[in-house]
């Protein structure tokens, strides 16, 4: 199993200009989550989604949008990226949700720079 | 305000010490979550934990609800535990925050 696979792996983008980034998990997973990580600072949830067709705003959802047409797949959308999002990001997965303790298993990180 | 504290947030230790990572929050969780970074960016979850004590293999998590407060302990460390230790928290629904990781260095 491949489990969580994010592409692409490193992506620089000038201000202005849109992108989607991939996660694709094979596990059979309901929920899926989209973080940032910056120096300094812990993950900060951007959005996440608790079955196929639904999604939620996590902490730091502004300038980001999210889709979950298939059960494997969550896209993370960037319509107009700013510097303010050069960041790393990280796609994560899990059986159920954090009240029913199933770990997340993460993908391992896009590297975004913005100029 | 719901806050995360890691302490320490770097730690370099002699192969074979025994290791504690602590972790304290704000106010009542749900459940508490101990993950590694490794250097190359991945990460790993280690335990998932909402009361008592769970072990895996050299690695010990415990949680203290009445406190507050959670501890990572590795036994004999060894280099290769050399990590980033990141603990996160979820008050409630599904949501978590993470605190910002203490670095581990284990030396030869």
């Known amino acids: 199993n491949a489990g969580v696979t994010q592409t692409p792996k490193f992506r620089v983008l000038k201000t202005g200009q849109s992108m989607t980034l991939l996660c694709a998990q094979d596990?059979?997973?309901?929920?899926m989550y989209w973080y940032r990580q910056d120096p300094g600072m812990g993950l900060r949830l951007i959005h996440y989604?608790?079955?196929?067709?639904?999604?939620a705003k996590g902490e730091v959802p502004d300038g980001y949008n999210v889709s979950r047409l298939k059960k494997q797949n969550f896209l993370l959308g960037l319509e107009s990226a700013a510097p303010s999002q050069t960041s790393v990001y990280f796609c994560?997965?899990?059986?159920?949700?954090?009240?029913?303790?199933?770990?997340?298993?993460f993908g391992a990180g896009t590297r975004l720079s913005v100029l | 305000k719901n806050e995360v504290e890691q302490s320490p947030q770097n730690l370099t230790a002699q192969e074979g010490e025994f290791i504690t990572i602590n972790c304290s929050y704000s106010?009542?969780?749900?459940?508490l979550h101990w993950l590694q970074q490794h250097p190359g960016g991945g990460i790993v979850s280690l335990f998932m934990?909402?009361?008592g004590k769970k072990k895996h293999g050299r690695l010990i998590a415990t949680i203290n609800i009445q406190e507050k407060h959670s501890s990572l302990h590795i036994t004999a460390s060894h280099p290769r535990d050399s990590a980033v230790y990141i603990c996160?928290?979820?008050?409630?629904?599904?949501?978590?925050?993470f605190g910002t990781g203490t670095s581990l260095t284990v030396i030869p």
């Open positions: 994560a997965s899990s059986y159920s949700g954090v009240q029913d303790s199933y770990i997340q298993y």
């Open positions: 596990m059979n997973h309901e929920y």
């Open positions: 989604s608790v079955g196929e067709g639904t999604t």
């Open positions: 106010v009542g969780i749900s459940a």
């Open positions: 934990l909402s009361s």
């Open positions: 996160a928290v979820a008050f409630t629904g599904n949501q978590f925050y």
